[in-house]
């Protein structure tokens, strides 16, 4: 294969590897909302290795992570531009790795992409990596290729590359596979480059590992002035034709608020369900969600009431979010007080999670940071008192919903 650009348009600048892992939910009564803080450290350890073994000539970007995405991009575009323009794929082998369906739709983008180029050996673009160790039922392709990386120190098998970077005996072994591994990484995209190519889109492929398998579904519902509705006075700027059109930031946020909080919840492994709480009168009766609320909502009466009947019926496992222009005019800050003042009525404003979200944010930063948090409390709410039958003596720990627990009545 030769680095010559095959995409559309201008030349993309190729990468040396795009990291692949599955996201992990918050935990449950905290606000911290970077679980993978182990994934980002990997990552950096990797780029700098991948950079120490680079050759001076090289015009290859460092390597790909979500999480260095900016916040008001379309993340989703962004993506595929990613799986388009690696080298190689590093995925972070781990039990969730194989359960969800994201990863195994970045797997299989990357690989539908070699298989567009002729490439007769794929697996060869593919570097994985023992994050935790598999259950035994799990034999994925390339485990072997996984293991190999640690030939040489037995804890890497038996604990997996997380725990030994965590652990301060193992460092030493866990910076020699990472040596290893950016070593490989740059063998391959300097010497047996594969240019640029386009991948398909993300949303239009099923998961290499369970490609029958539905997901969950999550809501989100928007509570916002359509330009038809906007009240006298507001600025229409970040309005549209229909209310999930909403941008609260249109300088910041080039898609409308619930697209940013669609791609959360897909990436905690969700299917999403968009729609205004106009045409939603019975909101996520048999599925979890959120209310993103504009306090404009409520400057009229009919949005007004309409807030209000929402908070009466609205069940524990779908929770508001108030969101705030941070240069409101004074009009405006009574209209959120008010706003706030009937969402601290719903039924889950105990829980500290509600309680934020009914606080509001003010800033696109502010909004993503929080929407996994209130994703996973929606969910646990759901799983605690949603409409399905469950055990009596109930599990050990809290599962992932299923596809029939959310399906649709």
């Given at each position: 294969m030769n680095g010559t650009d095959r995409t559309e348009g201008h030349a993309q600048r190729s990468s040396y590897f795009f990291l692949s892992y599955a996201h992990s939910p918050?935990?449950?009564?905290?606000?911290?909302?970077?679980p993978d803080q182990w994934v980002r450290t990997f990552?950096?350890?990797?780029?700098?290795?991948?950079?120490?073994?680079?050759?001076?000539?090289?015009r290859l970007a460092p390597g790909f992570f979500d999480q260095e995405i900016p916040v008001g991009v379309d993340w989703k575009a962004s993506l595929n531009r990613a799986l388009g323009t690696a080298e190689v794929f590093v995925p972070l082998y781990s039990p969730g790795y194989f359960a969800r369906s994201w990863p195994g739709r970045e797997w299989?983008?990357?690989?539908?992409?070699?298989a567009q180029v002729g490439m007769s050996d794929p697996m060869r673009r593919f570097a994985p990596?023992?994050?935790?160790?598999?259950?035994?039922e799990h034999e994925p392709p390339g485990l072997h290729q996984a293991l190999a990386l640690g030939e040489f120190d037995p804890a890497y098998a038996e604990n997996g590359l997380r725990a030994m970077l965590r652990l301060p005996p193992y460092q030493a072994s866990y910076r020699l596979i990472v040596d290893r591994l950016a070593a490989r990484i740059v063998e391959l995209a300097e010497h047996e480059r594969l240019g640029p190519s386009a991948a398909p889109n993300i949303d239009r492929v099923l998961s290499e590992f369970h490609p029958g398998d539905d997901v969950a579904v999550f809501a989100v519902a928007v509570a916002a002035p359509a330009l038809a509705d906007l009240p006298v006075g507001r600025d229409p700027l970040g309005y549209g034709d229909r209310s999930t059109d909403w941008r609260a930031y249109p300088a910041d946020q080039e898609?409308?608020?619930?697209?940013?909080?669609?791609?959360?919840a897909e990436q905690l492994d969700f299917a999403v369900d968009v729609t205004g709480v106009e045409e939603s009168p019975k909101l996520a009766r048999n599925r979890p969600g959120v209310i993103l609320v504009d306090?404009?909502?409520?400057?009229?009466?009919?949005?007004?009431?309409?807030l209000r009947s929402l908070v009466r019926e609205m069940p524990a496992w779908v929770l508001p979010l108030l969101v705030l222009d941070p240069l409101a005019n004074e009009h405006a800050i009574q209209l959120a007080d008010k706003a706030r003042s009937i969402l601290g009525r719903a039924r889950a404003a105990d829980t500290q999670t509600a309680e934020r979200a009914i606080n509001g944010v003010s800033s696109l930063k502010e909004f993503v940071t929080l929407m996994p948090i209130l994703v996973t409390e929606a969910?646990?709410?759901?799983?605690?008192?949603?409409?399905?039958?469950?055990s009596k003596a109930g599990p050990a720990f809290?599962?992932?919903?299923t596809a029939e627990q959310t399906s649709r009545p």
């Open positions: 918050p935990l449950a009564g905290t606000l911290q909302a970077d990552f950096r350890d990797l780029t700098d290795s991948v950079e120490r073994h680079a050759s001076p000539q090289r299989a983008c990357f690989a539908k992409r070699l990596v023992l994050w935790i160790p598999l259950l035994s898609l409308p608020l619930a697209e940013y909080a669609a791609q959360v306090p404009w909502f409520a400057a009229h009466d009919r949005g007004l009431n309409m969910e646990r709410q759901y799983l605690r008192h949603g409409p399905f039958p469950r809290w599962p992932r919903l």
